[in-house]
């Protein structure tokens, strides 16, 4: 679903990322950490064409995101993408921040954008706040908005770039379920996130990124195992975190 073939990028003289490599099949669940800085966000946002590449090749479902002649607003229907701040629109109520782009991208009359709208806020538990607006609801409230706006799109793969690190504590796992739901239901998914628990029940495998390099990219098992190979850069990191 997801195909990402030496790809390299510098910001001026800065090389963000170096020789990148990995894939995400169909309904595989990718965990992407590493230090900050190590360039996750940088990564994971050239995957729908958010950042540009100078060199390697980028695929969703078959569809070229390098190159001269990019459908950015075909990659965007395919790809979902959740961020760390919920970046809903501040001035539109739940129901209309779900029905904007299904709207205006998917040309859905109101009604049918309304019924997957609500389809989709039953299913991450606020169909009782559609007429809400952004700043009346909880940030773990708030990023659950922002999952369900994103999946109106009926996306093909969903990025997630650390959806819970700007959430008080007692709101992370209510997005995680949300996110847990959708995995089992079935999802491609890459995610940037240091929730290792999440990583250890969801996961099929994880990256690991060290400066500007994917350093491991394995199994769930390998990465939380005692597999000898492991980075020693990877094993510091773990045993920081965990
Ligand atoms: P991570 O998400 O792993 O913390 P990022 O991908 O955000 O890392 O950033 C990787 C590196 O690229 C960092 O050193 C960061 O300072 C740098 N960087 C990120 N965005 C820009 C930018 N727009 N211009 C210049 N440097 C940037
Ligand atoms: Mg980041």
Redesign the pocket.
């Known amino acids: 679903m997801i195909q990402i073939e030496n790809v390299s990028k510098w ?2 003289t ?1 090389r ?1 990322l170096t020789d990148c490599s990995t894939q995400v099949a169909v309904g595989e669940v990718v965990v992407v950490c ?12 050239t995957v729908n064409g958010l950042e540009t590449v100078q060199r390697g090749e980028i695929h969703i479902d078959g569809i070229g995101v390098t190159g001269p002649r990019v459908d950015l607003g075909k990659i965007r229907s395919r790809a979902g993408m959740v961020f760390q701040g919920f970046e809903l629109f501040p001035h539109l109520s739940v129901l209309d921040n779900l029905c904007l782009a299904q709207t205006r991208v998917l040309k859905r009359d109101r009604g049918t954008a309304q019924k997957r709208a609500m389809q989709l806020l039953e299913r991450v538990g606020l169909a009782a706040h559609r007429d809400k607006y952004p700043a009346a609801l909880s940030g773990g409230q708030q990023q659950r908005v922002a999952i369900a706006r994103a999946l109106a799109m009926d996306p093909a793969v969903m990025l997630f ?2 959806p819970t690190s700007a959430l008080d504590p007692e709101m992370v796992n209510e997005v995680l379920d949300v996110m847990t739901d959708l995995a089992r239901d079935g999802m491609t998914m890459m995610v ?1 996130t240091h929730e290792m628990g999440f990583a250890q029940r969801v996961a099929d495998r994880v990256i690991f ?1 060290d400066g ?1 390099r994917i350093v491991e990219d394995c199994t769930k098992d390998d990465f939380f195992g005692d597999t000898v190979g492991r980075s020693e850069r990877s094993r510091h990191f773990l045993s920081k975190i965990l």
């Open positions: 910001y001026g800065f963000v590493g230090p900050s800085g190590s360039g996750k966000s940088t990564l994971i946002k770039d650390e940037v990124m500007g």
